[in-house]
């Protein structure tokens, strides 16, 4: 890092506090983030978190000379047998098409795929052996064919969320069960019944609980301890919570992860997003008719430990914004070396903060579209730290072509304003670029008016 790049802060939510970013190795900056588990499509909840890990590790890639991004993908799971079982489908095929429709999805928003992609059910050895590990230190116990890890044998437990014994127990929702010593010890691993995948152990043919394979993957890709652990505010309790507990129990000298990322939940129209109101919505929705890129911005519109209201208007705003944006880069040629501007980067180190980062390129793009082709640069490679602004101006107008009537009227009065300040180069690019879009202008003795070609 150089003199003048801005120290990173960021929010962890195990301190509660934003905190300087400082890593074990800046020579390989070391993320997990836990993954889908993969019995449906991803929602637009799920990709909030997948974009916020996709920012920080842009910002990470910009300030470090590497990193090491882990994101597993949950492949055992009581909810995929379920859904395989109800489709009539092998678990192997519903898996399969699911992770491919995750990376396609994710790729459309332009979220770049991480340095590791570990599936649980090839890690069942490295999870076999540290619960092992768990039960040689008295941390687990074996009971009729489950393995369960104790909680009372880690005093730590609760410290990362930030909940007491008794809010533990309400916030689980724990299933009691016969063979449990504490009503929160959770399973590490559970007998599987014939007809369900199970692998061989020392206590019979099973599968494993869903926290264990988290430990394992990250210890296995990133050692006992690495830089940040990420994931949506609703994996904080109970599963990094157990996460934290099996690892640091395994590990007893490790920090585990050293910072704790969790992005805030989003709403939809104001409201939680659930199957039961109907406004539960999928990446796929959205896509259906509406430009990706848009989608990706309205992500950004709130800091990411924010809560994000997700609308409509929202989304056209965001439109809106993109093609301000694109009109004011231009036909500027693409440029890979071009420096973020230090603004953009500060806002960006100051908490991955989006909504600051945006109101910098907002002032760029102003300077951009009076003429600073500095400027158009400036912004174009700000996207590029945001995964904004991908393409060529003419590729997003042509694909985004419906031009509403209010962005029409603006820009017919930055026209005129243009004009006024005998600025015709820019009056003709505006008037040039809504011909481009099928909108005609004509400019009569009472002003300017138009029509679709
Ligand atoms: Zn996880």
Redo the contacts with the bound molecule.
Sequence with gaps: MSDTTPQLTLHDSSSRTTVPFAPLDPENVRVYY?GPTVYDLAHIGNLRAMITADILVRLLRHLYPRVTYVR?ITDVDDKINARAHANGETIDSLTARTIRDFHADLAAVGVLPPDVEPRATHHIAEMIALIERLIAGGHAYEAQGHVLFAVARFPGYGALSGRSPDDLLAGARVEVAPYKRDAGDFVLWKPSEPGLPGWESPWGRGRPGW?I??SAMSHRYLGESFDIHG?GSD?LFP??EN?RAQSQCCFPHSRFANHWVHNAMLLVNGEKMSKSLGNFLTIRDILSDTPAEALRLLLLHAQYHSVLNFTRTGLDEAKQTLNRFYRAIGDLPPDETDPVPAEVLAAMCDDLNTPRALAEMHALADRALAGDRDAARGLRASGRLLGLLGQSADAWFRAGASVDEAEIETLIAERLAARKSRDFARADAIRDDLAARGILLEDGPTGTTWRRA
């Design positions: 836990c597993n926290h394979e988290c994931g994996l599963h990094h996460e």
